[in-house]
């Protein structure tokens, strides 16, 4: 799990997690939660790192 405070950096860490992880454990699906100061949450759930990257750029 890592946690960033903003979207920007969320796509990035996407887009660039096959370089940072450091084992060779595949991946099996992107969990993305959304938090914002309200309290309110959105939880979306990708099999497809091109699917998680197009809908955190929704937010961008």
Request: glycine share 2%; net charge negative; proline share 2%.
């Amino acid at each position: 799990m890592q946690q960033v405070s903003t979207i920007e950096n969320a796509i990035a860490y996407v887009q660039n997690y096959s370089t940072i992880q450091t084992t060779l454990i595949p991946i099996l699906k992107y969990e993305i939660d959304i938090r914002y100061n309200n309290g309110d949450v959105i939880h979306a759930i990708f099999q497809d790192k091109a699917e998680a990257i197009k809908f955190l750029m929704t937010f961008a």
